[in-house]
Protein backbone atom coordinates (compact mmCIF):
# COMPACT_ATOMS: atom_id res chain seq x y z
CA UNK A 1 0.00 0.00 0.00
CA UNK A 2 2.06 3.23 -0.88
CA UNK A 3 1.13 6.06 0.63
CA UNK A 4 -1.16 8.80 -0.13
CA UNK A 5 0.20 12.15 -1.58
CA UNK A 6 0.74 15.06 0.63
CA UNK A 7 2.48 18.08 -0.28
CA UNK A 8 6.00 18.60 1.64
CA UNK A 9 5.18 22.09 3.00
CA UNK A 10 2.55 25.01 2.73
CA UNK A 11 2.56 28.22 4.59
CA UNK A 12 -0.04 31.30 5.27
CA UNK A 13 -0.26 34.48 6.97
CA UNK A 14 -2.31 34.57 10.51
CA UNK A 15 -5.60 35.63 9.09
CA UNK A 16 -5.53 33.76 5.76
CA UNK A 17 -6.62 30.53 4.41
CA UNK A 18 -4.45 27.43 3.44
CA UNK A 19 -5.73 24.26 1.70
CA UNK A 20 -3.76 21.02 1.89
CA UNK A 21 -4.33 18.26 -0.70
CA UNK A 22 -4.61 14.73 -0.13
CA UNK A 23 -4.22 12.74 -3.61
CA UNK A 24 -5.15 8.67 -3.51
CA UNK A 25 -6.47 6.13 -5.56
CA UNK A 26 -9.87 4.40 -5.95
CA UNK A 27 -9.08 1.91 -3.92
CA UNK A 28 -8.44 4.26 -0.98
CA UNK A 29 -9.28 8.31 -1.28
CA UNK A 30 -11.63 7.82 -4.20
CA UNK A 31 -13.45 4.99 -3.16
CA UNK A 32 -14.62 5.68 0.29
CA UNK A 33 -15.78 9.03 2.40
CA UNK A 34 -13.63 7.64 5.06
CA UNK A 35 -10.53 10.04 5.09
CA UNK A 36 -9.24 11.51 8.27
CA UNK A 37 -6.87 14.30 8.97
CA UNK A 38 -4.68 14.72 11.86
CA UNK A 39 -2.60 17.69 13.62
CA UNK A 40 0.68 16.84 15.07
CA UNK A 41 2.36 19.95 16.71
CA UNK A 42 6.49 18.87 16.98
CA UNK A 43 6.85 16.43 19.80
CA UNK A 44 3.40 15.34 20.39
CA UNK A 45 1.04 12.76 19.45
CA UNK A 46 -1.29 13.52 16.64
CA UNK A 47 -5.08 14.84 17.17
CA UNK A 48 -7.73 14.14 15.31
CA UNK A 49 -9.20 17.15 13.14
CA UNK A 50 -11.86 15.71 10.89
CA UNK A 51 -13.75 12.27 10.18
CA UNK A 52 -15.19 11.27 7.13
CA UNK A 53 -14.68 13.75 4.63
CA UNK A 54 -15.94 16.72 6.34
CA UNK A 55 -16.81 16.00 10.13
CA UNK A 56 -15.16 17.89 13.21
CA UNK A 57 -15.14 15.90 16.09
CA UNK A 58 -16.31 18.00 18.99
CA UNK A 59 -13.96 20.68 20.18
CA UNK A 60 -12.37 21.15 16.58
CA UNK A 61 -12.99 24.70 15.60
CA UNK A 62 -15.28 25.10 12.56
CA UNK A 63 -11.77 27.52 11.32
CA UNK A 64 -11.05 23.75 9.97
CA UNK A 65 -13.17 21.72 6.87
CA UNK A 66 -12.62 19.03 4.80
CA UNK A 67 -13.99 18.10 1.42
CA UNK A 68 -13.10 15.45 -1.19
CA UNK A 69 -13.66 15.33 -5.41
CA UNK A 70 -11.99 11.69 -7.09
CA UNK A 71 -9.12 10.71 -5.66
CA UNK A 72 -8.23 13.69 -3.68
CA UNK A 73 -9.45 15.10 -0.30
CA UNK A 74 -8.60 18.70 0.91
CA UNK A 75 -8.20 19.76 4.19
CA UNK A 76 -8.95 23.78 4.84
CA UNK A 77 -8.00 26.16 7.54
CA UNK A 78 -9.18 29.45 7.23
CA UNK A 79 -8.25 32.41 9.87
CA UNK A 80 -4.45 31.27 10.40
CA UNK A 81 -3.32 31.15 13.63
CA UNK A 82 0.15 30.93 15.07
CA UNK A 83 -0.67 28.28 17.55
CA UNK A 84 -1.60 26.18 13.61
CA UNK A 85 2.05 26.03 12.91
CA UNK A 86 2.19 21.78 13.08
CA UNK A 87 2.43 18.98 10.84
CA UNK A 88 -0.98 17.75 9.06
CA UNK A 89 -1.31 14.02 8.11
CA UNK A 90 -4.38 12.69 5.87
CA UNK A 91 -5.46 8.60 6.57
CA UNK A 92 -7.46 6.55 4.38
CA UNK A 93 -9.39 3.02 4.55
CA UNK A 94 -8.33 1.34 1.74
CA UNK A 95 -9.68 -1.41 -0.45
CA UNK A 96 -7.43 -3.83 1.91
CA UNK A 97 -9.30 -3.18 5.01
CA UNK A 98 -6.60 -1.82 6.29
CA UNK A 99 -5.10 1.82 6.87
CA UNK A 100 -2.86 4.48 4.37
CA UNK A 101 -1.62 7.33 5.84
CA UNK A 102 -0.32 10.23 3.91
CA UNK A 103 3.47 11.61 3.83
CA UNK A 104 2.41 14.77 5.90
CA UNK A 105 2.45 18.49 5.49
CA UNK A 106 4.55 20.92 7.28
CA UNK A 107 2.54 24.10 8.00
CA UNK A 108 4.38 27.24 8.53
CA UNK A 109 2.48 30.46 9.69
CA UNK A 110 4.27 33.45 8.36
CA UNK B 1 -10.33 10.56 31.79
CA UNK B 2 -9.76 8.82 28.53
CA UNK B 3 -6.34 7.55 28.02
CA UNK B 4 -3.58 5.32 26.58
CA UNK B 5 -0.35 4.71 27.98
CA UNK B 6 1.88 3.21 25.91
CA UNK B 7 5.38 1.11 27.26
CA UNK B 8 7.79 -1.45 26.29
CA UNK B 9 10.13 0.44 23.90
CA UNK B 10 14.06 0.87 24.50
CA UNK B 11 17.09 -0.71 22.48
CA UNK B 12 17.23 -3.59 20.91
CA UNK B 13 19.74 -5.49 18.32
CA UNK B 14 19.00 -6.26 14.80
CA UNK B 15 17.19 -9.90 14.63
CA UNK B 16 15.95 -9.19 18.15
CA UNK B 17 12.66 -9.19 20.15
CA UNK B 18 10.14 -6.56 21.97
CA UNK B 19 6.97 -6.67 23.29
CA UNK B 20 4.64 -3.32 23.46
CA UNK B 21 2.15 -2.77 25.91
CA UNK B 22 -0.93 -0.33 25.72
CA UNK B 23 -3.05 0.34 28.64
CA UNK B 24 -6.29 1.50 27.87
CA UNK B 25 -8.71 3.77 30.56
CA UNK B 26 -11.73 5.60 30.83
CA UNK B 27 -13.37 3.64 28.15
CA UNK B 28 -15.40 0.15 27.40
CA UNK B 29 -12.02 -1.23 25.89
CA UNK B 30 -13.44 -4.32 25.16
CA UNK B 31 -15.83 -2.35 22.57
CA UNK B 32 -13.08 -0.90 20.23
CA UNK B 33 -11.11 -1.69 17.18
CA UNK B 34 -7.48 -0.92 18.23
CA UNK B 35 -4.28 0.14 16.11
CA UNK B 36 -0.84 0.61 16.24
CA UNK B 37 0.58 3.46 14.21
CA UNK B 38 4.69 3.98 13.87
CA UNK B 39 6.64 7.22 12.99
CA UNK B 40 10.33 6.48 12.10
CA UNK B 41 12.57 10.24 13.64
CA UNK B 42 11.84 12.88 11.34
CA UNK B 43 9.32 10.96 9.07
CA UNK B 44 5.47 11.36 8.27
CA UNK B 45 3.10 8.55 10.14
CA UNK B 46 2.87 4.95 9.29
CA UNK B 47 -0.11 2.56 10.20
CA UNK B 48 1.22 -0.94 11.03
CA UNK B 49 -2.29 -2.86 12.70
CA UNK B 50 -5.11 -3.34 13.73
CA UNK B 51 -7.56 -5.44 15.26
CA UNK B 52 -11.27 -5.46 16.36
CA UNK B 53 -12.80 -5.35 20.27
CA UNK B 54 -12.81 -9.33 20.24
CA UNK B 55 -9.75 -9.74 18.71
CA UNK B 56 -11.37 -12.39 16.13
CA UNK B 57 -10.05 -10.00 13.36
CA UNK B 58 -6.66 -8.39 12.53
CA UNK B 59 -5.17 -6.65 9.40
CA UNK B 60 -1.01 -5.42 8.67
CA UNK B 61 0.65 -3.15 6.90
CA UNK B 62 3.02 -5.61 4.22
CA UNK B 63 6.09 -4.10 5.74
CA UNK B 64 5.64 -5.76 9.13
CA UNK B 65 3.64 -8.82 8.36
CA UNK B 66 5.05 -12.46 9.58
CA UNK B 67 7.21 -10.49 11.86
CA UNK B 68 4.67 -8.43 14.08
CA UNK B 69 1.73 -9.24 16.21
CA UNK B 70 -0.61 -7.41 17.38
CA UNK B 71 -2.93 -9.24 20.31
CA UNK B 72 -5.18 -7.63 22.76
CA UNK B 73 -6.20 -8.78 26.50
CA UNK B 74 -9.76 -7.05 27.27
CA UNK B 75 -9.95 -8.09 31.06
CA UNK B 76 -6.90 -6.19 31.71
CA UNK B 77 -7.36 -4.08 29.53
CA UNK B 78 -4.47 -4.13 26.99
CA UNK B 79 -3.24 -3.91 24.00
CA UNK B 80 0.21 -5.47 22.82
CA UNK B 81 2.51 -5.79 19.81
CA UNK B 82 5.01 -8.66 20.05
CA UNK B 83 8.12 -7.45 17.56
CA UNK B 84 10.18 -9.91 15.96
CA UNK B 85 12.95 -10.14 13.33
CA UNK B 86 13.23 -6.29 14.29
CA UNK B 87 15.63 -4.46 10.89
CA UNK B 88 16.83 -0.97 11.45
CA UNK B 89 13.52 0.46 10.03
CA UNK B 90 11.47 -0.92 12.62
CA UNK B 91 13.30 2.26 14.72
CA UNK B 92 10.28 4.55 15.60
CA UNK B 93 8.10 5.59 17.94
CA UNK B 94 5.23 3.29 18.01
CA UNK B 95 1.93 4.76 19.47
CA UNK B 96 -1.59 3.11 19.71
CA UNK B 97 -4.56 4.43 19.24
CA UNK B 98 -8.26 4.03 19.28
CA UNK B 99 -10.97 3.77 16.71
CA UNK B 100 -13.80 6.69 16.83
CA UNK B 101 -17.48 4.86 17.97
CA UNK B 102 -20.77 6.50 18.08
CA UNK B 103 -24.03 5.17 19.33
CA UNK B 104 -27.22 5.79 18.73
CA UNK B 105 -30.35 4.63 20.12
CA UNK B 106 -30.32 1.66 17.63
CA UNK B 107 -26.82 0.60 18.15
CA UNK B 108 -22.85 1.44 17.62
CA UNK B 109 -20.89 2.34 14.71
CA UNK B 110 -17.46 2.46 14.65
CA UNK B 111 -15.60 5.29 11.99
CA UNK B 112 -12.50 4.86 10.47
CA UNK B 113 -10.56 7.28 12.33
CA UNK B 114 -7.99 7.50 15.22
CA UNK B 115 -9.79 9.92 17.62
CA UNK B 116 -7.43 8.57 21.18
CA UNK B 117 -3.83 8.25 20.74
CA UNK B 118 -1.21 7.40 23.53
CA UNK B 119 1.76 9.68 24.46
CA UNK B 120 3.93 7.03 22.25
CA UNK B 121 6.99 4.51 23.19
CA UNK B 122 10.35 4.71 21.11
CA UNK B 123 12.08 1.54 19.59
CA UNK B 124 15.64 1.84 18.67
CA UNK B 125 17.08 -1.21 16.12
CA UNK B 126 20.53 -0.85 16.62
Known amino acids: QSALTQPPSVSGSPGQSVTISCTGT?????????VSWYQQPPGTAPKLLIYDVTYRPSGVPDRFSGSKSGNTASLTISGLQAEDEADYYC??????????FGGGTKLTVL | EVQLVESGGGLVQPGGSLRLSCAASGFTFRSYWMHWVRQAPGKGLEWVARMNGDGSNTKYADSVKGRLTISRDNPKNTLYLQMNSLRAEDTAVYYCARDLRFCRGTGCDTIDAFDIWGQGTMVTVS
Open chain 1, 91 to 100: SSYTSAATRV
Open chain 1, 26 to 34: SSDVGGYNR
